[in-house]
C-alpha cells in the first residue's frame, strides 16, 4: 500500500473583544445549533468552541467571555433550521471548517469528467459537504475527528484517503506573546488551532500526473459596516516579489473596499459585496487578522 501524507497546522485563531450589546450571545448560537444537530463545546476558563462534527467537524463558532458572551461565527440559521439539503453547497457556516481542492482544471474534485466548467456543473463533493466525521476522542478542550473519503478528479483519478482533524483551545496570552504583543488588561479572548491531515489509503500512489490534493480552511465571521480586513505584506518591487494584492478573482472590487498604505492592504468586510483577494507568497507576512470598529472585536 502506498501512504502520501499532507498536514496543514493553524495555529493562529485568536479572537479578542471589548464586547458589544449588539453581538449575538454564544449560549443563544449553540442553543440554537442543539436544536437541530448534536453540538460539542470545547472550554478553556471562560473560552468557549462550539465543534459539531457532522459538519466535518467543523468550529462553529467560539467565545472568550463565557456562555453570555459574543458570538464570533456566522451560522447559516435559516438553512440549517430548514433541514434542506442544498443542490451545489450547504453554506451552513462556521468559523474554521475543512475543503479540499482543486475545484477545476483537469485534476479539478467539483467536476465530473467531461462537464463544463460553470456553475451548473460545479458540485461540492459530499464528504466535505454533508457527511459527518466520526468522533474519535475528546476532552476538555479538544477533540480529535475522523473521515474516510473517496473522490475521483475531472481525469478520472480516483482518491481514497483518510481526513483526521483535531481541534484544540491554546492559550491566548501565550499565543499572542509570540507575536511580540502583550494582551492588554481587560481584553476577553479566545485562541485554537486546526490540525488537519490527509493520508492515502489506496493501493496506487498520488503524483503529478494523475493530480493532487490540497487543504482548504475556510471560516464565515459575523459582520458589521465597520469591519475591516487587515493584511501587512512583505515591502518590494513588483518584478521582485509580484504585485502586492490580486483583486480580480470576481471583478474588481470598487476603490472604496480594498486600498494599500504604508505597507498594508485594508479590504472592507461588511459582507454586502462577493469580492476576494489574494497574495502572492513572497508579498506575505506570519500575521493578518480584521477588526470590527462597531463591536471592538479582533480577529
Known sequence: MKYNLARLFIAGMILFT???KAQKRFSDDVAFLRRHLPVIVLQRGTAKVAVVPR?????????????????????????????????HINVFGGEDRFWLGPEGGQFGIFFNRGAAFDLTHWQTPPPIDTLPFSVVRRSTDRILCRADMRLTNYSGFVFNLAVTREVALRDPERMIR????????GIKAVAYSTVNTIKNTGKTAWTRDGGLLSIWILGLFNATPQSTVIVPYQWGSDTERGAVVHDSYFGKPPP????????????????????????????????????????????
Open 18 to 20: 471589548t464586547g458589544s
Open 55 to 87: 459538519y466535518q467537524c467543523r468550529v462553529m463558532t467560539s467565545t472568550g467571555a463565557g456562555p453570555t458572551g459574543p458570538s464570533y461565527g456566522w451560522v447559516n440559521r435559516e438553512l440549517i433550521g430548514s433541514g434542506r439539503i442544498q443542490l
Open 178 to 185: 509570540g507575536m511580540g504583543v502583550e494582551l492588554p488588561t
Open 256 to 299: 472604496d473596499r480594498l486600498r494599500t498604505d504604508d505597507g498594508v492592504v485594508y479590504f472592507r468586510a461588511d459582507a454586502k459585496f462577493r469580492s476576494k483577494i489574494g497574495v502572492p507568497p513572497k508579498r506575505a507576512r506570519n500575521v493578518l487578522g480584521s477588526y470590527d470598529a462597531a463591536t471592538g472585536t479582533l480577529t
